[in-house]
């Protein structure tokens, strides 16, 4: 990986990868093969694999500042893959932006989240992500701050 910054900007920044062979963005997912969300077994899967993607990120103090369905790849197969695509201006963030990011973050794959899946699949989802079996009160503020983040935009 080649990244270089200019006053603490990102200004140039190359990852090489393998391809991932037959696969979908999420987005495409949603619109052109929907009834894959149906799919409990499937949709488990690729939940726990964003989840726990999201959770390491954010456990080393990584935003990805750009979390949209549209960057996240999932092969196509009974047993899916998921791989993070598109992260020019992610970054690990002092604290005050790192807690932001984190909302921002769920925010934006909430953002197609709710047009596609139930309330009670998408609390499944932050349930995994955060690793509990029941929502404390930070939890559910947090949740609201995720609802709220795009709202008058």
């Not at 270089?4 to 990868?17: D, E």
């Not at 690793?131 to 008058?152: A, V």
């Amino acid at each position: 990986m080649v990244r270089k910054k200019y006053f603490g900007m990102m200004r140039q920044g190359a990852l090489i990868t393998e391809e991932v062979t037959n696969s979908m963005d999420l987005s495409q997912v949603a619109s052109g093969a929907p009834l894959l969300l149906n799919d409990s077994a499937w949709l488990k899967s690729v939940m726990q694999q964003i989840a726990s993607a999201m959770r390491t990120l954010h456990d080393h103090h990584f935003i990805h500042i750009d979390f949209h369905w549209r960057n996240i790849l999932v092969t196509q197969s009974n047993k899916p893959k998921i791989a993070l695509i598109d992260c020019p201006s992610g970054d690990r963030l002092p604290y005050p932006l790192y807690k932001r990011g984190i909302i921002k973050d769920l925010a934006c794959l909430d953002k197609t989240a709710k047009h596609v899946l139930s309330k009670t699949k998408r609390l499944k989802f932050y349930k995994i992500y955060k690793q509990r079996q029941k929502l404390d009160d930070s939890d559910k503020q947090q949740i609201r701050k995720i609802l709220k983040f795009f709202e008058g935009r």
